[in-house]
Every structure is written in C-alpha cells, then in structure tokens.
C-alpha cells in the first residue's frame, strides 16, 4: 500500500523505562500518509526508528480498547484515530492518566479491571429461572433503553480523565455506567444488590462530562451515573451529607439552608432594581445561591454589580423569587426538586418577561441552556464571561489597570466541557495590561474537574490528597503562578479550599474573573 | 523461577477460552482453574466476530438442516458426527449467554432475532446487531468474573508446553509485567488461542492473532490437522483488512464490479450474495484478475453496496461497519458503497482433536480457532465460528474437569523449564544477530499473499516453501533491539513471529500436498474436487526437518458427498 507521503508529523513520545525507573521524551518523525492511524504511526515507529517502543494495540477497529493513550492531552483511542484528522505537524503522545506507567504508553490498567470485580456484570435471577431452556423476553423498545450503555469496550479511558477516580472508593464511569446497564435491563431482578455497591461512593461523580466527552464508543456514563442516583434518591438509602442538601433546597431553596428573605443581604445598599418592585429590565441577572449567601461570594456578586454598571446595562435581580437553578439537585438525582425549582423560576421569567438572562455561575447557565423545562422556553441566556468579551471586544469595556502578576485559567467544567466556552473567559484575561497568562497543562476540553459539581462542594469528604481540587492547586502550583483566575463560583469556592488545606494561601489566590475585572477598571 | 498450580490451566480468553473456563468452573467448585492470556480478555479477537451466531431456535428450521447446510459448506471434509453434535448443543449456548445478560437483537415479540447467512438455508443467525463478538465476550467475560475459582492471569504470554511421557504436566509463560518466566503445574491444559492469519498481509485479524497455541501445542507433539484449509472473508475492508461483516449481504446488501454489476449471478445464481464464503472469494478474485474491479489508491477493490437498505436499517442492524468504514476508510455506507476485497480471515484448520476436544496428548484440549474438531472441513459458514468457539469450549471446560478429578498432579521437569528460559533470554534476547522483526515478518506476510492466496499452483506453493524456509533460517540470527524486562513487546514481537512462521511453513506444506480442489483451498493446477483420493484430514506432525504429513479418514454418517452448487 503506498499512496503519496502527506506530511512529516513529529511524535514527542513521553516515555517511562521501568529499569532505571527514568521518565524521558524521544522525538521521532513519521511520514504520514491517508489512511494512517495514530497506532499505525506508533508501529512505523517500532518497525523502523525505534524496536524499543511499548504500546499496546490489538483489534485496530476501535473494539477491543486496548490502545487508549493522551494525544495533545486528549485521551483516544490510537487505532480510531487518523493522524491527517487532527490538523497537526506535531503531537505530543502521553500515557493514559490516572493510572500507574508501567512502560512508556503502557499504564497498569488492573485499577480499573478492578473496579468490576465490586460489581455482577451477568442477569441477577432466582435460580429457577435461570434453568429455563428458552430465552427471557425483551421487547425491542426494552432492548433499546440497555443497548447505548452495553457499547462499552471497557478502554479505561473514561477512567483515566476522570476527577473522582483519584479516590479509589469510586466505582468509576465504566462500571457504574454497566451497573446501570444491568439495573435497568428488564429481564435482571438485581437492582437492590446493584444499588447498595454504589449507594456509598456514587456521589463522588462530579459530573464533570469527561467520560461522556471522551468515550471512543458515545457511552453517556455521565448521564447514567445521574439516572443510577436518582434511584438511590428513590430508595432514600442516601449519605447525611447528600441528604442534608436535598433538605436545604426543598425547604429554603437554597442549598446552604440560609433563609429566602436573607437572600438580597448581599445588595444592601447597592440600589439595585429588584423584583416585584421592578418587573422589566434589559437584563436579568441571576445571581446564583452560592455568590448571594456567601460572604467570600459576595464579592464576586458585588463586581458584577460594577460591572453592569459600568457598562451602563439596564439590569435587575429576581430578589427572594430567585430560587436555586435546580443544577446541582438534578445531578444529584433528585429529578423531582429540580423541576419544582425550575419552574417556579420559569414562572419568574415569564412574569418578569426576561429577554436576556446573565448569569453568573456557569451551572445556572447550563440548566438555563441545556435542561427541560427551561431549555422548552428558549431562554437568551449568557454567561457573564459572554458578556464582558464582547464587550471588550468592542472596545466598551476596556481595563485601565494593570495586574503584573503570573495568572492561569482554570475552566469551570459546565463552562467548558459541557457548553464550549473556552476562549472568551481567556480573551478577558489577556486584555489585562501586566498579566502574563500562562496554561495548566490540562486545559480547554482536557481540563480536569475542580470537584465541586454535582454537589461535591458541600459533600466532600474526600481525604485531601483524593480531591480533585488539591490535585489541580497543585498543578497551578508547579507552574509557578500567583493567580488561579476561573469563572465559576463553585470552582472559587473548591479551589480555595484546597489553598487552605495545602497552606498555600500566601502563594497562590483563587480569583472570579469579574473580581480581576472590576480590580482594573 | 516460581511456581503455580492449578488443576486446569486454559490458554487464550477470548469466547472458547472463557466458556471453557465457565463451564470447567461450574462442573464442580472443587476444581481450580487457571485462564492466562496474553492480552486482558476483553481485548481478545472474539470481540470482532460481527454478524451473528448460528443455533437452530425455531419452527421451520431443524438439526438435521443445520448440519447439512454445514457438511455442504464444509465441501464434504467436516467430521458428520462432530457436526450433528455440534448442531444440538448450539441452542443451549444461544439460551447460555441471554440468561447471563447478552443484549440479543430481539424480534418484534421480544425473541432472540435471526438474520439469513451465507451458506445458510434459515436465517439461524442470532445477532447482536453487528458487534455480535463483542457483546457474547462482554457477557462471558461477566459471568467468568462471578465464579469463584477461575483466576486470571491477564498479560502472560505463554512460550511452551511441559509434556512427559505424551501427557501435559503444566506449561511456561512470561508475565508481562515483570518479563520473568514462570513456570505452571496443571492437571489439564485447554488451548484456546484462536487463529494465526497474522501470517497474511491483507487479514481481516487482530495484531494479536499470531496462533501461538497453534504452535506450541505443534512443537510438544500434536498434530495440526486440515492447515491448508485457510478462509477469505469476501468482505475486507480497503485499505486497512478490517472485517466487514458478511451480515451486511445478510441484510440485503450487493457486491458490484467496475461495471456496477451483480456479478455473483455468474458465480451464484441462486444464493447470490448469500453464497459461501469461499465462492464468493473466488468470484471476487476472479473479477480483479479479470480487470472488472474498480481501481483506487490501495489497489483494486470491489464495491459492497448497502446504499438501498436506509440510513434507519443500517444504524439499527449495522452501526459498527457503518463507523469502521467512516473512521478508517472516510466512506459512509449511507452515502457510498464500502471498498472491500477478500481478506484472510479464518483458520479452519489447527490442533488436532476427537469430538471431546482431547488431543493426543494426554490432557491436553483445544477448543475454539485453535483447533480442528473438524466442524468447518474445506470451508466454514459465517456464524458458525462462534457457535463453535461456545459449544466446544464449553466441551473442553466439562471435558478437561472431569479428567482432572481423576488425575493427580504429577512434578513438571525442571530441566524443560530452565531450557526454555535459556532458549528465550540467552538464545533470543540475549543473542546479538542482525535480523530484525519487520523485515522477516512483512516478508513472510507478502509471501503467504501473493504464493498462498486463493488461487493456487503447485509452483508458486513451491517457491513460497523455499522462502519460508529461507527466512526461517535467517530467524536464527534475530536480533531484540530492546534488551529490557518488563514489557518487552520486542521480545514478544520476536516470539510471534516464532510462531507464525511455524505456522506459515505448515500450511505451505499441506497445501502443496493437497492436489485437489475442495473449499477454501483452490489449486488452479489441481481444479476439482478428488474424494476418490483426497476425502481425508491431513494432520502435520512436527519434526525438525519440517512437518511429516499423515492423513486419516474422514468421518461420514447421513450425508455422501455429492456436487457442490448454490
């Protein structure tokens, strides 16, 4: 097979010997020609520049998944993945994360095999059933519901660009997603027994979406983990911890418990326009539980406030109607709390005839965007981020002050991950005069999770080194900067944590991006 | 040097490996089993098995048709008893793994679906849409891990057999992990390792599918039975080789030439595209020789035409090959037809044994493409493969316990095992040669696909058995750039190739002695069918100067053979 040479790409390949126990890089150039895969180009490499490479490959039709591996920081896998595909003259070739290197792009994936030994992968049926000589019944439509989740090749790579996986009580996308497989097969009888594996560790999931995002086969695992919670909400065999959020919101809407009339304390004396007393403004701006409860948060509320002002927006607030968006709740399961809470603040909208909502948590911006009931009502939604870059860009805005600090940018999950908004929260940054912008490793679509999603901010107990927040504090750490800016008040309130926890507070400030704005104005 | 026990050793995870560990498992909780591969099970190649699985289930179809459409297919070689056997046990595995979990395509009222299959007069293929592989190892795999007394051993690579006095005594292997050989006492050995068309250049196989187990049970004294016998799937996808599944022409998909014609009317009349595999091989070969193929920039290649069946049809019944052909040959069969080309695809040869699957040496067995029970003869139907892998795996397991509730373990030699761990770390990783891997391995690759192809002669098969020879001799001086312990996939590369051009030489060889036509094994010098002569197995014996070539009958009960027309 020689069809022409299409380009040279350079593979930096990120190397492990486990002789010397050294990590290393060698660098080699493949021709690439149509047709190529990645796992194709690691093979030109062991056959013709170097016979000391190890990888593993098998079936090369993206089905036995034993070649996943980091491209560029993404996890794929190489047999599934033509070289000419991804655009680029050089890739840099890691081994899959979250996992022990064993050599070079081979890892030790038996962490996650082991993950299934914790769960029954096979129908859970009386005895006497499963002596029957004919085959159980299963309608099509019944058939349909399992097939999707039952496509997993179990490649690990779910596993290895998951944030709640660092801990090894977690179950893992994979095995939760083949648990529910089995719960919701109609011909199984074992739901109680599959439940109870889960019921312990399941609320580590972030929801994140990496596994989704990542996954070479399309398994929605992160859906699955949310629809396997919500049958546990069912059976109320929930942690005090889980259970004393649901109760908080059902009762205060709110998830901090704090009373509904204490919700505008934050706006004393800020004068701003509020519902009943208004009932129209160019914009609503929803304010979110965390930044109007919280003092820290407040902050962040307070210089959203400048900046609306600043841009001379026609705003106003829903007041004590503003109920929690439901985010969090709908992740944690509680389906039901989160439709009461999405329409009552759909009711709101309507009554308030919102034209243009701003929001300034990216997770109230998903559920506007992307969730039923209030994705039915084609809100205009934007994430306060939205609104500045543009206005920046259109020279509205501009920041006067300068910031001489080393800053990196750390993207909020439903932000990015979730809703691809990766470049305005960074075009921002840049436009601030003295800010040296520099990147995590894990960033944009790779960025890994701060550990406060689906309510992990208010659950975690976690021992320190497994939360994912003390993991990415310490990789803005190693990059030595002073300034973890991020755009989401619930990625504030983790990655703070974890600077206290670490004792870097006098090293490293979490900061909102509205906070730096407003600073430099 | 450490040492393992169990009372049964199973070699190979993929669906006869794994069935055979179930079923040995379950015969009873005393028994102590052992399943070591070479990759993690679920990495096996069983997961590309696509269309289906043949098993009698309803009205209208019967044991007796099944088993005919078999013996027909198999060009009158297949063992008439094994194959009546086989037919019998088939539905019970089809039940087997839909109790256990396995997401069958089901008929509008909720049955396990069938979909028609070459060579088959009922559509007795039970599917999984077209990952049928996939999800029987998915759900094997499962019910494996909820059995107590099965260990596996995952990334051990198996070098040799410990056999005394013709009786198997445990085995050799390496563990990855570590590169160290180790050395495992068993009371029985079950050699499920599937096949070795690895030795091809265009194969629709795994990288891993090298027929190790082929081999070794070969070098330790059994026989390789019928291993000129190799399958070419029509339908491989161009460029990379990758299995399309021949339930695509299942579900009413055409074969067209340059000219955009059927042309399997001229080959097939009746069956069409639902013609055996080997016909149709043949006729598509015969197209591109003839210069009616479309030409593109991989070489010649026939159209397979799904574009009439519908988007919807395709997502429900062929969502794999509709993404393999998008991600690996930038084709949507929605839009276009697929390029495809006959592919090796299939070994109906390999271990020799009787319809226990007990080979000839005492406690060893061998199930599944390793194998040669003979089910398939000259030529394997589609879906009969699996049904295979599950009825005679499961065999193998029952086989192999109760043989090891009656045997005690007996001392593996010491002497063999340090041997081996010489042969390998002074012999082979240690020796400073100047052949590398690639080389050997493309050259042999290309040998087997222009000599050893479809179409034969006794001249070609000549020359293609000088060659063989030829690299094998330049084998000796082989030289593993990586001198490393743990993963040395260059030590294994060199280990495979090992095996594969074993494996290669045997088939040659049996090739070139059978001058007759039957099957899969066409010799254009040699073009018809001789039962007079050649109704027999071949078995391959190992010797140092080459394989010796025996032959023993083969085994007729209702069907005499007769001319094969479809």
Known sequence: MSTKVEKIVEFEIHRFDPETKRRYVSTYKVPIRKGMTLLDALMYIRDNLDGTLAFRSSCRMGICGSCGIQVNGKPMLACYTQVLHLNADKLVIEPLQNFPVIKDLVVDIEPFFGTYERIKSVLIKPEEELKKSVEFIQLPKDLKKIWDLALCTKCGICYSSCPAAIDERFLGPSTLTTNYRFIIDTRDEGAEERLKVTADNIWLCTSCNSCTLFCPKEVDASSSVVEERSLIVETGNIPRTVMDVLTSVMRYHNPMGRYPTKRMEWAEGLNIKTYPNVNKADVLYFVCCLTAYDTRHQEIAKSMVSLFNRLGIDFAVLGNEEWCCGDHILRLGEKGLFEELAEHNVSMFKKFEANKIVTLSPHCYDAFKNQKPYSDIGLNVQHYTQLLADAIEKGKLAPSKPINKKVTYHDPCFLGKRNGIFEEPRKILESIKGLELVEMKRNRENSFCCGGGAGRVWTEDAPVEKRPCVNRVKEALDLGVEVIATACPFCVSTLEDATKVLDVENKIVVKDIAELVKEVL | ?566
């Open chain 2, 1 to 566: 040097m450490e040492k393992f026990t169990h009372d049964i050793v199973i070699v190979g995870a993929g669906i006869a490996g794994l069935r055979a560990a179930i079923a040995a498992a379950e015969a009873s909780k005393e028994i102590n089993v052992a399943v070591i591969s070479k990759i993690y099970p679920v990495r096996s190649h069983s997961v590309c098995a696509q269309g289906g699985t043949a098993a009698v289930l309803r009205e209208g179809d019967s044991y007796d048709l099944h088993a005919w459409d078999t013996v027909k297919g198999a060009d009158f070689l297949a063992d008439q008893d094994v194959v009546e056997f086989f037919v019998r046990r088939a539905p019970q595995e089809i039940i087997n793994l839909e109790h256990w979990g396995c997401p069958w395509s089901r008929t509008e009222d909720g049955k396990i679906n069938q979909r028609p299959f070459g060579g088959h007069s009922f559509p007795r293929a039970c599917f999984a849409a077209d990952m049928t592989g996939f999800h029987e190892m998915h759900t094997l795999y499962g019910k494996a891990k909820t059995l107590e007394n099965i260990t596996f051993y995952d990334e051990w690579f198996v070098t040799s057999l410990l056999v005394e006095d013709n009786t198997a005594v445990g085995l050799t292997a390496i563990e990855l992990k570590t590169g160290k050989l180790q050395a495992f006492k068993a009371k029985a050995i079950v050699m499920a390792t599937g096949g070795y068309q690895r030795i091809y250049q265009f194969t629709t196989f795994s990288h891993t599918a090298t027929g190790d187990g082929m081999t070794i049970a070969y070098r330790a004294g059994a026989p390789l039975k019928d291993m000129e016998f190799v399958q070419f799937h029509p339908t491989g996808l161009v460029p990379p080789g990758v299995l399309i599944t021949e339930g695509a022409r299942g579900e009413g998909g055409y074969l067209l030439n340059a000219k955009g014609e059927r042309f399997m009317k001229r080959y097939a009349p009746e069956k069409m595209e639902l013609a055996p595999r080997d016909i149709i091989a043949r006729a598509e070969q015969t197209e591109i020789n003839e210069g009616r193929a479309f030409q593109g920039p991989y070489g010649p290649y026939i159209a397979l035409d799904l574009r009439h069946l519908g988007e919807e049809k395709i997502n429900e019944r062929l969502p794999l090959i509709r993404d393999v052909a998008i991600k690996l040959a930038g084709v949507d069969p929605v839009e276009e037809p697929i390029p495809i080309r006959p592919a090796a695809h299939y070994a109906m040869g390999g271990i020799h044994v009787n319809i226990k699957t007990e080979s000839p040496i005492a406690g060893l067995y061998a199930a599944g493409e390793c194998s040669c029970i003979s089910v398939h003869g000259a030529n394997r139907l589609g879906t009969n493969s699996t049904a295979d892998c599950l009825v005679f795996g499961a065999v193998s397991g029952e086989e192999a316990a109760k043989y090891a509730l009656s045997k005690s373990f007996r001392e593996i030699p010491k002497d063999k095992v340090l041997e081996e761990e010489k042969r390998i770390f002074d012999g082979i990783l240690g020796k400073e040669g100047d052949e590398k891997v690639p080389a050997i391995r493309d050259e042999m690759r290309k040998i087997m696909n222009d000599k050893v192809w479809i179409f034969r002669t006794g001249e070609e098969l000549q020359e293609a058995l000088k060659e063989i020879r030829k690299l094998r001799k330049r084998f000796e001086n082989i030289r593993v750039e990586d001198k490393g312990g743990a993963f040395n996939m260059g030590l294994i590369e060199v280990l495979q190739l090992d095996f594969t051009l074993e494996l290669a030489e045997v088939t040659v060889v049996s090739a070139l002695a059978r001058t007759e036509s039957r099957g899969a094994h066409y010799r254009l010098d040699y073009p018809k069918r001789d039962d007079k002569n050649w109704l027999k197995h071949t078995l391959a014996y190992y010797t140092r100067e080459g394989p010796r070539l025996e032959y023993i009958p083969v085994t007729i009960t209702k069907w005499t053979p007769t001319e094969r027309k479809y």
